[in-house]
């Protein structure tokens, strides 16, 4: 145990809130050589969370997966659902118990529902709240052997979901007039602001881009913006520069090429997030991850439950499994790793098996087996 914490102390985001502090540290694929090799005598608790939608079924082709390549993690599995009526305060407390003690966790969508039934924080909202997962990270990049509008793109997404226009505040002031506050602090402003420039130290990116709107919301965005514009200063090799929400949709539908790395705040990470799934293939094709200073999640990139899929066995598992793979990265399992993503690659680029969201016929089922017998290739 005194091994698995240590890999995890050192593999997780630094956050620290001196401008000052060491360089950060996302994960194991982040040291590259300094990395250690993974050990096969040891075996990586994760706490699995598979949500809602079909969230299960795509939890099932990553236990699938794990099995027939021997990857050396135990899942403790939790089921935690709003509109399956699996939701309370003990629930949550035992998923906050297991991801505190495993500090890694792959997860599903957890489903929001829209009706107001006195809380207005969601489990999801919350569950990141009480673990701090401040920073949102999405890899938008293209599959080989895919062909969309826009081939060869690769840029990263880091979106701060902690506060923004989530922080679940809002009141009747008067019959029929609603406010709902945005929350925008300099402390978490810097804080992602950092990790954005850390990240693309870390990663060998060229180039932060701030996305807000601050022509409109002078005072919060423009908060925001200003932070990111002071830790910019902290890294002169990093171009820096900033652009307005809507503009950022329309530059990235026409010549997406021009971003590199993205930071922006809560809602329109959400917003920018799905979009740049759609320019490679969709919500299927694209993994996530969330940090915290000790702890991190993995997820799709898009989140979305896709509810009208399930039991229809028409689910692509690939975001789910390149999340694993993700995560088994940041458990050092470098070997299994890449093991997990080259198999999923290999089976979209050879084309004969696709899932309908990708032009083909094949099950999730199908798509699963194809990656199991791409395994060992």
Known sequence: MLLISLLHFFHSPDI???????????SAGLCGSEAPPARADATFKVTMVPGDGVGPELMTAVKEVFKAGDVPV????????????MASEEKLDQVLTSMKNNKVAIKGKIHTPMEFKGELASYEMRLRRKLDLFANVVHVNSLPGYSTRHNNLDLVIIREQTEGEYSSLEHESVTGVIECLKIITREKSRRIAKFAFDYATKKGRNKVTAVHKANIMKLGDGLFLQSCAEVAQLYPKIKYENIIIDNCC???VQNPYQ???LVMPNL???????????????AGVVPGESYSAEYAVFETGARHPFAQAVGRNIANPT???????????????????????????????????????????????????????????
Do not use: C, W
């Not at 080259?342 to 032009?359: C, E, H, P, S, W």
């Open 259 to 261: 971003f590199d790395v």
């Open 74 to 85: 135990e899942f403790e599995e939790f089921h935690l659902s709003e509109v399956q009526n």
């Open 319 to 377: 975001a789910m499994l390149l999340s694993a793979s993700n995560m088994l990265r940041h458990l050092n399992l470098e070997y299994h790793s890449q093991m997990v993503s080259d198999a999923v690659k290999r089976v979209i680029k050879q084309g004969k098996v696709r899932t309908g969201d990708l032009g083909g016929y094949a099950t999730s089922d199908e798509f699963t087996r194809a990656v199991i017998a791409n395994l060992a290739v």
């Open 16 to 26: 620290e809130m001196s401008l000052a502090s060491r360089p950060l540290s996302l």
């Open 268 to 282: 329109y990470g959400n917003i920018i997030d799905n979009l740049a799934a759609g320019l490679v293939g969709g």
């Open 250 to 252: 329309m530059q990235l």
